[in-house]
């Protein structure tokens, strides 16, 4: 007999809300009950097409669902996930986790069933990391390189928010994701000493920091509104092999010369509907490994709010 579908509420209808949105439309695990955004305009083009569905204030959501989902800017995460976790709710979130570090502590301390939308947790080349890298060697280091010639990218520019200091800044939106994965997969992540420069106005253009993840060091580097393309670069420094990926799914290896390009093959694990699966199986009693939790998130938080502070 197939299971009875999780109800679920979606909060935030940005792009990636919208994006988890529509996967969940179509996903057997869940039936959307409920929707908010503080955009009345995305609400109204919205609702006519999705009858079944209660749309209204985000606050009214504990009544419809077993589970949220939470895709508001940052400074939101903690108010509804705190409401909805006291009342026994399920809650997957966007990252980063929360803003103000007392807030992401008790996201933390509140238990209950949680999950953070890290991409990077179930995609094939992480899988492949953490078989191959016990085999790499000692590791001596990791190194995190990104460059934007234009922040917020394009794709964001109807989040503003994503563009200022309070909430925003590529190490907020872009970092936290590489450094779940460092995390994840060399050790728990902890900043040293970082460092962020500012044009006039908006978010940072420069940052600069030196990480450890459990006793091996990270450099981090990342630079935007530069005259080069947009790159992401993770690299783990191995003794007897070292692992490159590029731009989220490129990986290579090197052995001691040149990268060599490793052609994956897998299960197309990556995507919303993946993570959408596994929050399923959270809700329902069985913790699956490969997605992130408010504990996972916390740490990358306290690493990524350093930057600032």
């Known amino acids: ?21 529509e996967q969940a439309l179509e996903h057997p695990d869940f039936e959307v009950t409920f929707a908010a955004d503080a955009d009345p305009e995305v609400v109204e083009a919205l609702q006519p097409g999705h009858p079944g569905i209660t749309f209204g204030a985000a606050t009214e959501f504990v009544d419809h669902v077993d589970a949220v989902y939470i895709a508001t800017p940052p400074s939101w995460h903690a108010p509804y996930a705190l409401t909805a976790l006291r009342q026994g709710i399920a809650v997957f979130c966007e990252k980063p986790l929360a803003v103000d570090l007392a807030e992401g502590r008790e996201m933390v301390a509140a238990g209950g069933v949680t999950a953070v939308n890290f991409p990077l947790s179930d995609t094939n080349a992480t899988l492949y990391l953490e078989d191959v890298i016990p085999d790499a060697g000692d590791l001596l280091g990791v190194d995190v390189r990104m460059t934007f010639p234009q922040w917020p990218r394009p794709f964001q520019a109807p989040a503003a928010w994503v563009g200022e200091r309070a909430e925003g800044g590529f190490i907020r939106e872009v970092f936290s994701h590489f450094a779940y994965l460092t995390d994840r997969l060399v050790g728990p992540i902890r900043t040293v000493e970082a460092t962020v420069d500012y044009a ?17 060091p990270v450099q981090v580097s990342g630079y935007a509104g530069v005259a080069a393309a947009e790159s992401y670069e993770w690299i783990v420094w191995g003794s007897r092999r070292s692992y490159r990926l590029t731009n989220w799914a490129h990986l290579a290896v090197s052995d001691g010369g040149p990268w060599t390009p490793l052609d994956l093959t897998g299960d197309g694990s990556g995507a919303e509907s ?27 938080q306290e690493a990524v709010e350093a930057f600032y502070q």
Not at 1 to 21: C, K, Q
Not at 278 to 299: H, I, M, S
């Open 274 to 300: 993946t993570r959408l699966s596994l929050f399923a199986e959270a809700v329902r009693g069985r913790r699956p490994a490969n997605l992130a939790d408010f504990a996972d998130a916390l740490r990358v």
């Open 200 to 216: 006039e106005t908006g978010s940072e253009i420069a940052a600069r920091g030196l990480l450890r993840a459990g006793e091996v």
């Open 1 to 21: 007999m197939a299971a009875t579908p999780i109800r679920l509420g979606v909060i935030g209808l940005g792009v990636m809300g919208r994006r988890t949105f």
